[in-house]
C-alpha cells in the first residue's frame, strides 16, 4: 500500500489508515475521521487579513467578526496553513473529505488511483 | 396548472430514447456524427451572433444568454452559451408545453408557432428571465426545438429591475408568463406584444426589441435545422440528436468513475435577505458512488417572506454552470451529462420553496451554490487526472449589480443594468496559477464588460474611476483575481433612479480552497452632493481608489457606508456612488507565495503594502519595490511560529467555539442555530 495524494497538503496512508501532510510527513489523525481534528485551530479575525479602511462605520471592507471567521487549520508539524473555512462564531467545521477508505483501496489494488 | 417542483427537477433529465431513434442512431454512417454535431454547434453560434446584435439591453450585449437547440421531446442537444443556468432550464417550458398543449385542440403545436415563457413554476430562474421557443417542423412532423433566453432588465415589478428586494410573493414581481404562444405564421401577435409594453412601462421599448431578438435568434436555429435537414434528412438528425446524449452522458460516467468514492461537503453563509440583515447558510454535501453523483442540500436555510428563495431546478440550474465550464468541459453541452446526477433540494429551504414565494432573487438564493461548487468539486478531483481542472470560485463575495431606471439624456424611458461591475469579477486562483483578474461572470464564464466610453455613451453616467481594485483578489498561494471598482458620476440628466442588490457586507460568502482566502468584501459607498465637477472643471486631482475616497474623504459631500443591497433612492447630478466586483479566491498557503510575485502585485495595485507585510509576510522596500528576501524569510519563520503558538488542539478550540453565537439579530431568517432547521411558520397574503 502507498500514500495517495488528496489534496494540496494531505496524503493518506493506506497501509496505516492515516491522514499525513504532504509537507512534513506529519502523522495527523485517522484517515476515518475529520482530519481537521488533528490539526491546530486558530480563529482568525478576517480584519486582520483586510484592511478594514473606514473606522466606526458598520460596514468596511473587512467581513466583521461578529458575525464571520477565518478559522484556519495548522499542521502540527511545520505549520503548513492546510485549510481555511469561513464560519460564522460557533458553528461547527465541515467534515469536508470523507474518503471511502475501502473503496479507495481497492482501486489502488487495481491501478485506478 | 404549473406541474410539481419534483416534476420540473426530473424534467432535467434527458428522456429514454426511442425505438426510432436507436433505429436512426444505428443508421449513422462514419464521420456523421463528426461533421454534423459540429455543423449544429455553428448554427448556434450563428444565432447567438444575431441573437447580440438585434437586441438592446445590455445583459444581452455583455452575452448572458442562451441559445438552444432540443430534441422533439424536448431534451437540450446542444446550446451555445452565455450562461449555461439557461440552457437546462429552457427545456423545461418545453416539457410542459408538449406535456399540457401537445393534445389540447385549444392550443396545440403548429408549424410556425412562437411559444414564450419566462415564469419559474414553469421552468424558469425568475420571471427577467425571458424565454422564446420555437417548434422546427420538418415534412409536416415536429423534429425538433429551439430556443433563445437572455435576461430582461425590467419586469414591470413593484421597483425598477426585475428582481425588486421588498418583493414578498410573487405578487410582487411584475410580469410572469406562463408558456403562452405570442405568435403563429411565423408573425408576433401584435395584441400580445402590446400586452408586453402595457406590463413593462418603465421600458417598453427595450422590451419589445429584446422580446423580438429573441425570436429572431429562435427562427435563425430553426431555419438552418430545417436547411440541414432538408440536405441529410430528419431521420439523421434524430440519430446524430440521440448520440450526442449518449455521449454525454457517457463521458460523464466515465469521468465521475475516476474519482475517489467518497462524501465531499462545504458550506456558505450569506447576511442580507433583499431588504433585511440576517444570516443564512447554504449546505452543499456531495456524494460520490461509481460513476454518479447526489447533490444533497439538506440544512440549507429555510425559506423566507422575501424575494431570495429558489425551487429546485432552479438550483440544479445554478450547479449546471459549473458543470459545463469546469468538470464535464470538453463534453456536449446537452442533457446527457445530468443523467447520472441526482439532486436533493429539500422542500421549505431558500433553495425549494413554496410556489407563492418570491423568487425574483433566485439568482442570489443560488449564488452560494455557485461559490461551493468549485469547492467540493475540487477536494473530489484534487487526487484525479482531472487535478488541472481544481480551482477556487470566482468573484467570489457576490457584486451587487447596479440598476438604474429613469428618462436618459436622449429623451428615452430606461432600466437596465451597468453589465461592466459583474462581468470583470475575479477568477478564482488555481493549483498551478493565480486567478485571471477581472476574469468575466461567474454565472456567465463568457460575459463581458462593455467599453467605458460605450457606458457614458448610452447612460447618464461619468466614470469617475474603473478600474483594478487593490487587495480583492482572495489571498494565497495562488492569488485570486482581483476585480474592478467603478465609481459613478451622474452628469448627463439631473436625476436618476438606482438600487443595487446582494447578499452580503458584512460576511465573506465565499470559501478559499486549501488554505486560502476568499475575497476582501466591500461597503456601498455614495457621496451625495459632492463636489467632484467643480474639482473636475477646476483641473484638481480626484480619487482614483474607493478605499482612498473611504477613508481620506477627499471629495466633499455626504457621505453614506451601507450594505450592497441599497434599496432604491434618485441620485441628483454630481453624486457619486460605487459599484464594485468581487475578485475570486485564494489557493493554498500565502506564506508559500513566490515573494516575487507580491512585489509584482504591489507594483501594479493589484496587493497593498500593508497586505503584503501583514498577511503575505513579504518585506518590500517602498522606495525600490524590491523584495528583502532576508527580512520576508525571517517574517514567514516568525509567522509559522506564531501559528504553532496560537493554534489550539481542535478539542481546545471547539469547548470555547462551541460557547459562540452570532448576534440574535443576525439569526432572523437564520433557523435554528446552527443546523438552520426551520423555525416558524411562513404565512404569505
Redesign the interface.
Given at each position: 500500500m502507498k500514500r495517495?495524494?488528496?489534496?494540496?497538503?494531505l496524503e493518506i496512508d493506506l497501509a496505516t489508515d492515516r491522514w499525513h501532510c504532504r509537507s512534513c510527513g506529519y502523522d495527523l489523525i485517522s484517515a476515518r475521521q475529520n482530519y481537521?481534528?488533528?490539526?491546530?485551530?486558530?480563529?482568525r479575525d478576517?480584519a486582520?487579513?483586510?484592511?478594514p479602511?473606514?473606522k466606526g462605520?458598520?460596514?468596511?471592507?473587512?467581513?466583521?467578526k461578529?458575525?464571520?471567521v477565518?478559522v484556519?487549520f495548522?499542521c502540527?508539524g511545520?505549520?503548513?496553513?492546510?485549510?481555511?473555512?469561513?464560519?460564522?462564531?460557533?458553528?461547527?467545521p465541515?467534515?469536508?473529505?470523507?474518503?471511502?477508505i475501502d473503496?479507495?483501496k481497492k482501486?489502488v489494488n487495481y491501478g485506478?488511483? | 396548472m404549473p406541474v410539481s417542483r419534483q416534476q420540473l427537477l426530473d424534467w432535467i433529465k434527458p428522456d429514454k430514447p426511442t425505438v426510432e431513434e436507436l433505429d436512426c442512431l444505428r443508421a449513422l454512417k462514419p464521420g456523421d456524427y463528426e461533421v454534423y454535431s459540429e455543423k449544429l454547434s455553428m448554427i448556434l453560434d450563428e444565432a447567438a451572433e444575431v441573437f447580440v446584435k438585434t437586441g438592446v439591453s445590455s445583459m444581452l450585449h455583455s452575452g448572458d444568454l442562451v441559445v438552444g437547440l432540443y430534441t422533439a421531446a424536448g431534451d437540450m442537444v446542444v446550446a451555445s452559451c452565455g450562461t449555461y443556468l439557461h440552457a437546462v432550464t429552457a427545456q423545461l417550458p418545453i416539457k410542459y408545453i408538449l406535456h399540457a398543449f401537445l393534445n389540447e385542440p385549444s392550443v396545440g403545436i403548429r408549424e410556425g408557432d412562437i411559444f414564450y415563457c419566462n415564469d419559474g413554476l414553469y421552468g424558469g430562474i425568475h420571471n427577467p428571465d425571458q424565454i422564446a421557443i420555437m417548434p422546427i417542423f420538418f415534412e409536416d412532423v415536429l423534429i425538433a426545438w429551439s430556443c433563445a433566453a437572455v435576461h430582461q432588465p425590467e419586469t414591470g415589478a413593484t421597483e425598477p429591475g426585475g428582481m425588486p428586494a421588498s418583493a414578498k410573493s410573487r405578487h410582487d414581481e411584475g410580469m410572469k408568463l406562463s408558456p403562452i404562444r405570442i405568435g403563429e405564421n411565423y408573425q408576433l401577435r401584435a395584441d400580445l406584444m402590446e400586452m408586453m409594453e402595457n406590463m413593462i412601462s418603465r421600458a417598453p421599448r427595450m422590451q419589445v426589441i429584446d422580446v423580438r431578438a429573441r425570436v429572431t435568434a429562435a427562427d435563425r436555429i430553426r431555419v438552418r435545422t430545417q436547411e440541414l435537414a432538408t440536405i441529410v434528412g430528419a431521420r439523421l438528425l434524430a440519430g446524430l440528436f440521440r448520440q450526442m446524449l449518449i455521449n454525454s452522458e457517457e463521458g460523464a460516467r466515465k469521468r465521475i468513475f475516476g474519482w475517489c468514492d467518497g462524501t465531499y461537503r462545504a458550506v456558505s453563509f450569506a447576511d442580507t435577505l433583499g431588504r433585511v440583515e440576517s444570516l443564512t447558510r447554504t449546505m452543499l454535501t456531495i456524494i460520490k458512488k461509481g460513476e454518479e453523483l447526489t447533490f444533497d442540500f439538506t440544512g440549507t436555510s429555510p425559506e423566507n417572506e422575501g424575494p431570495v428563495n429558489a425551487f429546485a431546478h432552479i438550483t440544479a440550474a445554478h450547479m449546471a454552470i459549473y458543470l459545463y465550464a469546469y468538470a464535464f468541459h470538453d463534453l456536449p453541452i446537452s442533457s446527457g451529462t445530468f443523467a447520472p446526477l441526482k439532486f436533493i433540494v429539500p422542500a421549505g429551504s431558500l433553495l425549494n420553496a413554496s410556489p407563492e414565494a418570491a423568487i425574483s432573487q433566485s439568482v442570489y438564493a443560488c449564488y452560494q451554490v455557485i461559490v461551493l461548487a468549485p469547492i467540493v468539486f475540487s477536494k473530489m478531483m484534487y487526487a484525479s487526472k482531472q487535478r488541472d481542472l481544481v480551482t477556487a470560485g470566482a468573484g467570489n463575495n457576490h457584486t451587487a449589480p447596479f440598476i438604474y431606471a429613469g428618462i436618459n439624456q436622449y429623451g428615452a424611458r430606461v432600466a437596465d443594468l451597468l453589465a461592466y461591475p459583474f462581468n470583470a469579477e475575479g477568477g478564482g486562483a488555481r493549483s498551478d496559477m493565480d486567478g485571471v483578474d477581472c476574469y468575466g461572470f461567474p454565472y456567465a464564464h463568457y460575459g463581458r464588460g462593455p467599453d467605458v466610453e460605450d457606458v457614458e455613451n448610452e447612460t447618464m453616467f461619468l466614470h469617475l474611476f474603473q478600474n483594478i481594485m487593490p487587495d480583492s483578489g482572495g489571498i494565497g498561494k495562488f492569488r485570486g483575481g482581483t476585480a474592478v471598482q467603478t465609481m459613478l458620476l451622474l452628469y448627463h440628466t439631473p436625476r436618476v433612479a438606482v438600487s443595487t442588490m446582494g447578499i452580503t457586507t458584512r460576511v465573506a460568502v465565499g470559501q478559499g480552497l486549501f488554505g486560502g482566502y476568499p475575497p476582501d468584501i466591500v461597503p456601498g459607498i455614495q457621496v451625495a452632493g459632492s463636489n467632484t465637477l467643480e474639482l473636475m472643471n477646476a483641473g484638481a486631482e480626484v480619487p482614483r481608489d474607493s478605499r482612498e475616497l473611504a477613508s481620506k474623504c477627499s471629495i466633499t459631500g455626504t457621505y453614506s457606508f451601507e450594505r450592497t443591497a441599497r434599496p432604491s433612492r434618485m441620485l441628483a447630478k454630481g453624486d457619486l456612488i460605487t459599484a464594485i466586483g468581487s475578485g475570486g479566491s485564494g489557493y493554498g498557503d500565502m506564506l508559500e507565495r513566490d515573494p516575487e510575485l507580491v512585489a509584482t502585485d504591489v507594483r501594479s495595485s493589484r496587493v497593498s503594502l500593508w497586505s503584503a507585510k501583514n498577511v503575505y509576510r513579504v518585506a518590500i522596500d517602498g522606495k525600490t519595490g524590491l523584495v528583502d528576501q532576508k527580512q520576508t524569510a525571517r517574517l514567514r519563520e516568525e509567522e509559522r511560529q506564531d501559528r504553532l503558538a496560537r493554534g489550539m488542539s481542535f478539542e481546545k478550540f471547539m469547548k470555547d467555539w462551541s460557547t459562540l453565537k452570532p448576534p440574535a439579530d443576525m439569526l432572523s431568517f437564520y433557523g435554528n442555530w446552527p443546523d438552520a432547521s426551520p423555525n416558524r411558520l411562513i404565512i404569505r397574503l
Open positions: 495517495v495524494t488528496i489534496t494540496e497538503y481537521k481534528e488533528g490539526c491546530l485551530v486558530y480563529p478576517p486582520t487579513v483586510y484592511d479602511q473606514i462605520e458598520r460596514y468596511s471592507f473587512a467581513p466583521d461578529s458575525v464571520c477565518f484556519e495548522y502540527p511545520c505549520a503548513t496553513l492546510i485549510e481555511t473555512e469561513v464560519l460564522p462564531p460557533g458553528h461547527p465541515s467534515h469536508d473529505i470523507e474518503i471511502d473503496a479507495l482501486r485506478q488511483a | -
